[in-house]
């Protein structure tokens, strides 16, 4: 139970939940995905992920076009869990080509965007990712936070990267089992080649109705 190996033409994701053909520019990939899970380590459980995709090039209705390419991803995920008040999930994902966003499609700003200056090379497009989520339950207190940073090539011929950075805690205070009161705040930092810079905060402060206790 600790290997799984996943092939997809992912026709399913092109479709409506009423069977008919979806058109968002989105573009399906097909995809072999390879898993290594639990193996045992630093008090958790280790998985190993790769894969490959690639993608026919065409054009869709939206005008952007999607050029040939494949490409490839890894990744780890290492997740402390148990019987304690609180577990830990620390990732690490690289990825090229159409496999660096992660996903079982590529969305529209991932392929040509009319500017040739601009122009989103799939297959000389890579990212990296690096995230940390920890959550602590004990109570009537719930808190979720998450620290993130991703560094990405969009494959273009000019000011082809960016930096995003982000960070947030969520804690949460349960009245009863069905109803809490959320506070949320957080950061994010980005940095783009040639472009500009900035922060944007968040605050949010919600009463919530809720199955159960806790975020699971």
């Not at 045992?40 to 490959?52: H, Y």
């Not at 620390?90 to 080509?97: E, I, K, Q, S, W």
Request: glycine share 10%; net charge negative.
């Amino acid at each position: 139970d600790r290997l799984l190996v996943r092939r997809s033409d992912l026709v399913i994701d092109e479709l409506n939940a009423d069977g008919t053909i979806r058109d968002d520019g989105t573009e399906a990939k097909r995809s072999l995905d390879l898993r290594w899970k639990k193996i045992p380590l630093a008090g958790g459980d280790l998985m190993l992920w790769a894969s490959g995709s690639s993608i026919n090039g065409q054009t869709p209705e939206t005008g952007l076009v999607a050029e040939d390419s494949t490409g490839w991803a890894v990744g780890s995920v290492h997740e402390i869990s148990g019987d304690g008040p609180w577990w830990n999930r620390f990732a690490v994902l690289y990825g090229t080509g159409p496999s660096s966003n992660f996903r079982s499609e590529l969305i529209p700003d991932e392929v040509n965007t009319g500017d040739p200056t601009r122009q989103t090379r799939i297959k000389d497009s890579w990212r990296f990712r690096v995230l940390n989520n920890t959550v602590w339950e004990k109570g009537p207190w719930a808190v979720s936070s998450l620290l993130l940073l991703e560094e990405r090539d969009f494959g273009q011929q000019a000011d082809p990267g960016s930096t995003w950075m982000s960070a947030g805690v969520r804690p949460v205070y349960f009245f009863t089992r069905n109803f809490s009161l959320a506070l949320e705040a957080g950061v994010d930092h980005t940095e783009q080649d040639g472009g500009p810079e900035g922060e944007l905060w968040k605050f949010t402060l919600a009463p919530q109705l809720t199955p159960s206790m806790g975020f699971n």
